[in-house]
């Protein structure tokens, strides 16, 4: 949506010892490619994963994941992280707007509401304040679809309309994927919160979903066996 508004797009892709982060990163690097920004860092905080510890299902591997919303897929602060380090790279390059992908269908992530995303805002340009008032940095503002009404569905069809079926190389799954032996492709498990998401708003979107799950029914595969990718 940046690209089509024409601002001047960086981009950022986080590791901090999340499953899925081999398939997060090679999408992200498809992606940054695909919409020719001008620069994309993949930036390791990985170590989050010590700090973390048992806390949540997405850093540590022997926790079931959730097939529905429970607040073992919370990351501690996880946006907090990864908007101010990106805040910090903006403000380095004298970008003004940070975007990041929360909608209405996030706000069971207090990380996502629009609350969090205002003070957010508010906190890191005080953290400059002297250096906005100087001319050395620009003032921030963090934009994301959450504040504009925005749910999953329209932002899918927001996307589809950019991006044609290059949206199914998007990666929603919790998990790092599951190994298809016949094609030696990685597929979606199909059975996370995530994927049953991401299934669902492709569905009222009113969109072919041509996501390759390993389970296309919610029922059809146990916590065991997303548990051992």
């Given at each position: ?54 806390t949540?299902?997405?850093t ?19 946006n907090?992280i ?148």
């Open positions: 949506m940046a690209k089509e508004k024409k601002y001047q797009t960086y981009m950022v892709t986080f590791i901090y010892g999340q499953r899925a982060m081999t398939r997060e990163v090679e999408q992200a690097k498809h992606f940054a490619n695909l919409l020719s920004v001008v620069e994309h860092q993949v930036i390791d905080v990985s170590f989050m994963k010590q700090l973390y510890g048992k949540n299902s997405l540590d591997t022997t926790l079931s994941l959730a097939k529905y919303f429970d607040y073992s897929i919370v990351v501690p602060v996880r907090a990864f908007i101010t380090i990106a805040a910090a790279w903006a403000m380095s390059i004298h970008a003004k707007t940070i975007a990041f992908g929360a909608h209405t269908d996030d706000l069971n992530y207090p990380d996502c509401r629009p609350k969090f995303i205002k003070s957010m805002a508010s906190t890191l340009n005080l953290a400059e304040e002297d250096g906005i008032t100087l001319g050395l940095r620009e003032k921030i503002s963090i934009w994301s679809p959450v504040l504009e009404g925005i749910n999953k569905t329209n932002l899918l069809k927001t996307g589809y309309r950019i991006l044609g079926e290059e949206i199914f190389r998007t990666w929603s799954c919790y998990s790092c994927g599951v190994p298809e032996i016949k094609k030696g492709s990685i597929l979606h498990c199909g059975v996370c919160e995530s994927c049953i998401n991401r299934k669902v708003a492709i569905n009222k979107a009113g969109i072919k979903d041509k996501t390759d799950y390993a389970n296309n029914g919610e029922q059809s595969a146990t916590q065991r066996d997303i548990h051992q990718y």
